[in-house]
């Protein structure tokens, strides 16, 4: 019996990291309501930590990008596994807004940056070089496994329990699994008998520079759309996740099938990141971000008008399965247009204004909740801005830039 090339293994290890970092990071929308009541914090100054996390992790993102490229994925998702664990177990132990900001928003926020979806999918295309839409949506499926079982579970142990046991048994769990897993498994340097078939030859771990420097590459029209594009799409996300309980339980749908929902949406956003994979790698980026895009603005003007319970649960669902589908799509946007030898820091910088974005739209959405009474308006803004960035995925050109442009493009 022919042993799996460990390509394989690298892919279930980068997708047991992104269960776990990603399970626990959607976990903070399934406690909002309860910690808020217990905390007695506004919905606004408990979303400012969402919002710390977002700016610290965003900050981190490009030095973590650095670390990848230039010293070591091992060492980098290692360590960071160990903090984000760390920090995650010690919201267990908050008792003032300043420590939620400290754990959750500092501590928390850097562990998390170096064991997402950036580094992991950056490690998953050095093994999968000629498949990198679907190895990599493989891989953030356990993002979207691990908000179904994570905060499934959850949504149990808050029937029994309460939210500061939901945090310490997530801790230890992130401890105990993800720590030996990454220092036993994952390598570096990816050999020729390793890499799977229908990828070789193997991605050049050193690739000679793009003729594209670092600064030109920063400052394309291509990587400000980009930048652009994932901006709106953090804010939407994070506005979503973080209120999308609290704004279910405000229309008077219980606890249980509040926190079920969120569950469910990983499950849909399973579906939406493998999808997103395929159509990549048959046709590109831009197409599954398009679509995206287009869920998301029906889906918005949809919940506008209905707020019933059977309509918040089609409005988690179907948004649920875009969450995740810009995810991936990250290294094959660099990757077609700048090639591999930067793929860290640009993905990086780029997944870093999504963090900027997704903290702000957590904060956003909070504001608006407490100063107009209800997140109508933030739903509103949610649709436009769904319209702009569709329009804008169009204007990506997923072509090889090798050196500068100076003319216009062909009519």
Same mark, same amino acid.
């Given at each position: 019996?022919?042993?799996?090339?460990?390509?394989?293994?690298?892919?279930?290890?980068?997708?047991?990291?992104?269960?776990?970092?990603?399970?626990?990071?959607?976990?903070?929308?399934?406690?909002?309501?309860?910690?808020?009541?217990?905390?007695?914090?506004?919905?606004?100054?408990?979303?400012?930590?969402?919002?710390?996390?977002?700016?610290?992790?965003?900050?981190?993102?490009?030095?973590?990008?650095?670390l990848v490229d230039q010293w070591s994925l091992k060492g980098t998702i290692g360590i960071a596994a160990?903090?984000?664990?760390?920090?995650?177990?010690?919201?267990?132990?908050?008792?003032?807004?300043?420590?939620?900001?400290?754990?959750?928003?500092?501590?928390?926020?850097?562990?998390?940056?170096?064991?997402?979806?950036?580094?992991?999918?950056?490690?998953?295309?050095?093994?999968?070089?000629?498949?990198?839409?679907?190895?990599?949506?493989?891989?953030?499926?356990?993002?979207?496994?691990?908000?179904?079982?994570?905060?499934?579970?959850?949504?149990?142990? @808050?029937?029994? $329990?309460?939210?500061?046991? %939901?945090?310490?048994? #997530?801790?230890? !769990?992130?401890? =105990? +699994?993800?720590?030996?897993?990454?220092?036993?498994?994952?390598?570096?340097?990816?050999?020729?008998?390793?890499?799977?078939?229908?990828?070789?030859?193997?991605?050049?771990?050193?690739?000679?520079?793009?003729?594209?420097?670092?600064?030109?590459?920063?400052?394309?029209?291509?990587?400000?759309?980009?930048?652009?594009?994932?901006?709106?799409?953090?804010?939407?996300?994070?506005?979503?996740?973080?209120?999308?309980?609290?704004?279910?339980?405000?229309?008077g749908m219980g606890s249980v099938l509040a926190g079920n929902m969120l569950a469910l949406m990983g @499950?849909?956003? $399973?579906?939406?990141?493998? %999808?997103?994979?395929? #159509?990549?790698? !048959?046709?590109? =980026? +831009?197409?599954?971000?398009?679509?995206?895009?287009?869920?998301?603005?029906?889906?918005?003007?949809?919940?506008?008008?209905?707020?019933?319970?059977?309509?918040?649960m089609v409005f988690g669902l179907f948004y649920g399965f875009t969450n995740l589908i810009t995810a991936?799509?990250?290294?094959?946007?660099?990757?077609?247009?700048?090639?591999?030898?930067?793929?860290?820091?640009?993905?990086?910088?780029?997944?870093?204004?999504?963090?900027?974005?997704?903290?702000?739209?957590?904060?956003?959405?909070?504001?608006?909740?407490?100063?107009?009474?209800?997140?109508?308006?933030?739903?509103?803004?949610?649709?436009?801005?769904?319209?702009?960035?569709?329009?804008?995925?169009?204007?990506?050109?997923?072509?090889?830039?090798?050196?500068?442009?100076?003319?216009?493009?062909?009519?």
């Amino acid at each position: 019996m022919r042993r799996p090339h460990y390509s394989y293994v690298i892919l279930a290890t980068g997708f047991f990291v992104l269960f776990f970092s990603g399970g626990s990071r959607f976990a903070f929308g399934l406690m909002l309501k309860p910690m808020s009541e217990d905390l007695d914090i506004s919905r606004s100054t408990l979303s400012l930590a969402v919002t710390t996390f977002m700016v610290v992790s965003a900050l981190a993102l490009p030095f973590i990008g650095r670390l990848v490229d230039q010293w070591s994925l091992k060492g980098t998702i290692g360590i960071a596994a160990v903090v984000g664990g760390i920090g995650i177990g010690l919201m267990g132990q908050v008792q003032a807004p300043w420590q939620v900001f400290i754990v959750y928003g500092v501590v928390f926020g850097l562990g998390n940056a170096g064991a997402s979806i950036s580094p992991v999918t950056v490690m998953i295309s050095r093994w999968f070089p000629n498949r990198r839409g679907i190895a990599s949506s493989g891989a953030v499926a356990g993002n979207a496994l691990g908000q179904l079982l994570i905060v499934m579970a959850l949504a149990a142990v @808050l029937v029994s $329990l309460d939210w500061r046991w %939901s945090y310490t048994l #997530l801790g230890i !769990a992130n401890l =105990a +699994v993800l720590i030996p897993l990454i220092f036993l498994t994952v390598k570096d340097v990816p050999r020729a008998e390793n890499v799977a078939v229908a990828d070789a030859p193997p991605l050049v771990i050193t690739p000679p520079e793009s003729p594209l420097s670092l600064g030109r590459a920063l400052t394309s029209s291509q990587l400000i759309l980009l930048v652009v594009i994932y901006g709106i799409c953090g804010l939407q996300d994070f506005f979503v996740v973080t209120h999308i309980v609290a704004f279910a339980r405000d229309q008077g749908m219980g606890s249980v099938l509040a926190g079920n929902m969120l569950a469910l949406m990983g @499950l849909m956003g $399973l579906a939406g990141v493998l %999808s997103a994979g395929f #159509l990549a790698d !048959a046709f590109g =980026a +831009v197409r599954p971000t398009v679509i995206c895009f287009i869920i998301r603005m029906f889906i918005f003007a949809f919940i506008v008008f209905d707020q019933g319970t059977a309509s918040i649960m089609v409005f988690g669902l179907f948004y649920g399965f875009t969450n995740l589908i810009t995810a991936p799509l990250t290294v094959v946007f660099v990757g077609n247009i700048f090639g591999v030898a930067r793929l860290g820091t640009l993905a990086g910088a780029i997944v870093m204004v999504h963090q900027f974005a997704g903290g702000f739209g957590a904060f956003l959405g909070a504001w608006i909740f407490d100063n107009r009474g209800s997140y109508d308006d933030a739903f509103k803004l949610m649709l436009v801005l769904s319209v702009v960035a569709a329009v804008l995925v169009t204007l990506v050109r997923e072509k090889r830039i090798d050196e500068p442009v100076t003319s216009s493009p062909p009519g």
